[in-house]
């Protein structure tokens, strides 16, 4: 495909070629190594930053072919796959077997692991789950001149020098093509457990954050937040789906109970899920801690999931926001991480900025358990210079004052390779340089991505061959 996800980037490649082994994936690198042919690996295409489209006629290479799961472990929970996976299709496997994969994103249904590996998603349980540099044990790469690294180990331990395999994680496809994974699934939790909420301030989130992490300790597995202009996003732009606290339903009495209004509340909605072992001690748990905040005024209103069609409803909401984005139109998307406390007030200082164009809107929300923020700029009447210039480079100054990243999840891809130099210092940037010469002498793989051209290099020197 030469067009992204968003529609945002697009490319002009008249050649697609889809392997359905690692040997022909080395074939085919060992052919464009010689040739100097430029290839960008394609994973679902769903990455949000531009990293996985041709920028000009680059050739696509479309792992979908090489989506044959090779071993499950009962025992160890290690899931060994081919790259093309789908991660829907991967969870349902290990699922049906007691275990559950260590990630999970709105993408699912369409992005694959060999993706989600290169870009180091994060996703919606990173907070329970950590991030993939940690619970992937191995990984079988192909080398921009076709040599098969086997870096495929199964072992939870294993100190034998450099960890190569983390070189691929997060790399964006940019040092190598990932043709298989072993991934640690974890146990698949006996009891699920989620709460929305709303809170009538962005302090009021946080105290909520910090009573969950206090009280819920163990069983926490996720805490995401949401604004209420996200809010009217997803309800107004996706089919069928309501805001989950204006609902009549058996959960009206509990809230009627635990002081609750009736009201639809706002500014700010949570989601609170616990993963546990034992459904009535979990359901406890979760219902005291929502008294409490209930109590000192943080939370406004809440509802705790009845069914799992009330989970995922309310999951709807939180996962469709993107959806609901590019529905209404072109959007500008800044994935932050920054000290929490800072979060919000980045998303209220651009809707200030951008208060004078009509149809524009910012809308904040994110993984806020990682301190990870999406700040979106919605525009109807599609891309334009004003507004890019009224974002950029204030987005990114303004998260580099507050120590924060200019990616926390999605990458750098084509979209932030200008501006890498915002997060990471000159000699950071030198050794990825000197990293990609290492790997991809004739530069074939993922041109113009993650790392700045020259033509940005006044920030960054140049790598210097001497
Ligand atoms: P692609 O988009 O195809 O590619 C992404 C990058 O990886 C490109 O640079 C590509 O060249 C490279 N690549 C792909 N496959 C390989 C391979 N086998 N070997 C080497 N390089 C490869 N991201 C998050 O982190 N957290 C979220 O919560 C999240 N939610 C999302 C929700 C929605 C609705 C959407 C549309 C996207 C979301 N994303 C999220 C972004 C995206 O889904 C992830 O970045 C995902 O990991 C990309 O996987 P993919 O297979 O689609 O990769
Ligand atoms: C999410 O958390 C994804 O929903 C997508 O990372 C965020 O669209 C975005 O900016
Ligand atoms: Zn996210």
């Known amino acids: 495909m030469n067009k992204d996800w968003m529609g945002k980037y697009s490319g002009s490649s008249s050649l697609g070629l889809r392997p359905s082994s690692t040997e022909q994936v080395s074939q085919i690198l060992a052919y464009c190594s010689l040739r100097r042919l430029a290839l960008v690996p394609q994973g679902g295409n769903t990455g949000l930053v531009g990293g996985s489209v041709p920028v000009f006629d680059e050739v696509v290479l479309n792992m979908s072919a090489m989506n044959k799961i ?3 472990d009962e025992v160890s929970g290690v899931l060994v796959c081919q790259a093309g996976c789908i991660l829907q299709t991967l969870e349902e496997h290990v699922s049906q077997r007691g275990y559950i994969m260590p990630l999970d994103l709105g993408a699912k249904g369409s992005c ?11 996703g919606l349980r990173l907070l329970r789950y950590g991030s993939l540099h940690g619970s992937v044990l191995g990984v079988e790469a192909v080398l ?14 294993d100190n034998t020098g450099y960890d190569l395999k983390q070189l691929f994680i997060g790399s964006e496809g940019t040092l190598g093509v990932i043709t298989a994974v072993a991934i640690q699934c974890a ?22 954050l910090r009573h969950a992490k206090q009280s819920l300790g163990e069983i926490l597995s996720a805490v995401e937040f949401l ?26 009495a509990q809230q009627q109970q635990q002081g ?32 409490a905040v209930m109590a000192d005024g943080s939370v406004a209103d809440g509802t705790l999931a009845e069914s799992q069609a009330q989970a995922a409803a309310i999951w709807r909401v939180r996962e469709g926001i993107t959806e609901s984005l590019v529905r209404r139109g072109a959007v500008y998307k800044y994935d932050l991480s920054m000290p929490t406390h800072k979060m919000y007030e980045l998303v209220q200082l651009v809707r200030q900025q951008v208060a004078h164009l009509p149809g524009v809107k910012a809308v904040g ?37 507050q120590s924060g990243s200019i990616s926390a999840e999605h990458g750098i891809g084509l979209m932030k390779a200008p501006v890498l130099g915002y997060s990471k210092s000159s000699e950071a940037v030198n050794l990825m340089q000197r990293l990609k010469v290492l790997m991809d002498p004739h530069q074939i793989l993922n041109p113009y991505k993650v790392l700045p051209g020259v033509e940005h290099m006044g920030r960054v020197e140049m790598y210097d061959d001497r």
């Open 70 to 72: 090779l071993s499950f």
């Open 112 to 122: 694959h692991i060999g993706g989600n590996l290169s870009t180091n998603a994060g």
């Open 144 to 157: 921009p001149d076709g040599t098969v690294l086997d870096l495929l180990r199964q072992l939870r331990k």
């Open 187 to 208: 146990p698949k939790p006996a009891s699920v457990q989620l709460a929305f909420l709303s809170c009538p301030s962005f302090a009021a989130v946080q105290q909520v």
């Open 227 to 252: 604004d209420q202009e996200s809010m009217a996003m997803a309800t107004q732009y996706l089919p069928g789906v309501s805001n989950p606290l204006a609902q009549a339903g058996p959960d009206a």
């Open 260 to 291: 609750g209004g009736g009201e639809q509340g706002g500014p700010f909605y949570m989601v609170v899920e616990t993963q546990g072992s034992h459904a009535g001690h979990d359901k406890e748990k979760l219902e005291g801690f929502l008294e």
């Open 365 to 401: 929300y994110g993984h806020v358990g990682d301190g990870n923020l999406h700040l979106n700029v919605s525009s109807p009447s599609g891309y334009s210079d004003e507004l890019e210039q009224l974002l950029e480079p204030f987005v990114y100054e303004w998260t580099a004052q």
